[in-house]
């Protein structure tokens, strides 16, 4: 069976950075591509980044430049910092491996 488990969210000022982490179990981890998504209040659920096995990784616009996705195949873990943050970055952010969700981990930008 395959568990997400996300960390590092928490509530950050305008400007500051944050790096989330998402741990897999349960499942061969190099072959398949990671993503992350987040979904604000009233808003839909949103792609915010990915990056497949090869390492290649594309951003929705609202974060290119700000937010930088990666992965450790050896430990099985997905990361993605998360810099120059807004108030509107503020959302559940959750990952997204092998059809699979982690719980989501809430991250509030505000002064």
């Known amino acids: 069976q395959v568990q997400l488990v996300e960390s590092g969210g928490g509530l950050v000022q305008p400007g500051g950075s944050l790096r989330l982490s998402c741990v897999v179990s349960g499942s061969i981890f190099s072959i398949y591509t990671m993503r992350w998504y987040r979904q604000a209040p009233g808003k839909e659920r949103e792609l915010v980044a990915a990056i497949s096995p090869g390492l290649s990784t594309n951003y929705a616009d609202s974060v290119k430049d700000r937010f930088t996705i990666s992965r450790n195949n050896t430990k099985k873990v997905g990361y993605l910092q998360m810099d120059s943050l807004r108030p509107e970055d503020t959302a559940v952010y959750y990952c997204?491996?092998?059809?699979?969700w982690g719980q989501g981990t809430q991250v509030t930008v505000s002064s």
């Open positions: 997204n491996f092998h059809n699979n």
